[in-house]
């Protein structure tokens, strides 16, 4: 018996990473799975966007497990194409028990005036708001609404010293949506409809690994290697580690999406690895 049997989890940003990784682990406490992710660039994304190809593997590893999936290629930033996926796994999976509001990025080019600023709130902000607000019609008591923000969003300061627009647009949307979280699950609550935030420090996912990243660890050097960064990653964390795994992040949504955090709403739970307790809090 998982502990999930006889449920269905809505999940964006299933192709690849944590979303990915959040699918197989849910899939493995029982439940069936509806995915989402663009699987198309962004233009002021410096680093590639997942693929087609990717979302099939999702598919692919939850089958294995014995639990059904749909999947379909749609945008958080569009409303309209959430509600359609979301629709297309409702009518084969007859039910929504579980969100997992997880697509994100991290853009930093900017191809017009603070246009990565403006991707990095449609997609961090906008794409939980539209995600949260399709499924919401077709969630009952004891539902579990998991929002993905970040650690950037809750160190105090850190927004000022993110550099390009789209870095800085990053931590702001991670910070509103900690603020959201906590409004929104005040008015669920009548309902037994929870809402949580996970906040991750850095995970071991392409979001981390690129040159963007590397360079911004590593300003002494003009070209860090990822070798050159995994020296710098430790500073973030009181625990003597790089980054924490997508496994990890996925174990705290488990919990979260199950009956044994029945009581816990409006929460928004660090998986930081000690990050906070080096830094002044956001908020």
Do not use: W
């Amino acid at each position: 018996m998982g502990k999930l049997d006889g449920k269905v989890a809505f999940i964006t940003g299933a192709a690849r990473g944590q979303g990915r990784s959040h699918a197989v682990r849910l899939a493995v406490e029982g439940a069936d799975i509806i995915a989402v992710d663009i699987c198309q660039q962004i233009n002021s994304v410096s680093y590639p966007l997942a693929t087609p190809e990717d979302l099939a593997v999702t598919v692919k590893e939850v089958e294995a497990l014995g639990r059904r999936i749909v999947a379909t290629q749609a945008d958080v930033r569009d409303r309209d194409q959430l509600r359609a996926a979301l629709d297309a796994g409702l009518a084969k999976l007859g039910r929504l028990d579980v969100v997992c509001a997880n697509a994100g990025v991290c853009p930093l080019t900017d191809e017009t005036l603070c246009s990565s600023f403006v991707d990095a709130l449609d997609v961090d902000l906008g794409g939980v708001q539209n995600t949260v607000a399709v499924a919401l019609p077709h969630l009952s008591a004891g539902s579990s609404i998991i929002v993905t923000g970040s650690t950037a969003g809750m160190i105090g300061g850190l927004t000022d010293q993110m550099g390009a627009p789209g870095g800085v647009g990053y931590s702001l949307a991670k910070q509103l949506v900690a603020r959201y979280v906590e409004v929104l699950a005040l008015q669920l609550a009548p309902h037994s409809v929870r809402l949580n935030a996970i906040h991750p420090t850095n995970v071991n996912t392409v979001l981390l690994h690129n040159d963007n990243v590397y360079r911004a660890f590593r300003p002494d050097l003009e070209n860090p290697t990822r070798a050159d960064a995994e020296l710098a990653f430790p500073v973030m964390q009181a625990m003597p580690i790089p980054y924490i795994e997508p496994e990890d992040v996925s174990a705290l949504v488990v919990y979260l999406a199950s009956d044994d955090s029945r009581y816990m709403t409006g929460l928004n739970l660090r998986i930081d690895a000690g990050a906070m307790l080096k830094a002044p809090p956001a908020f």
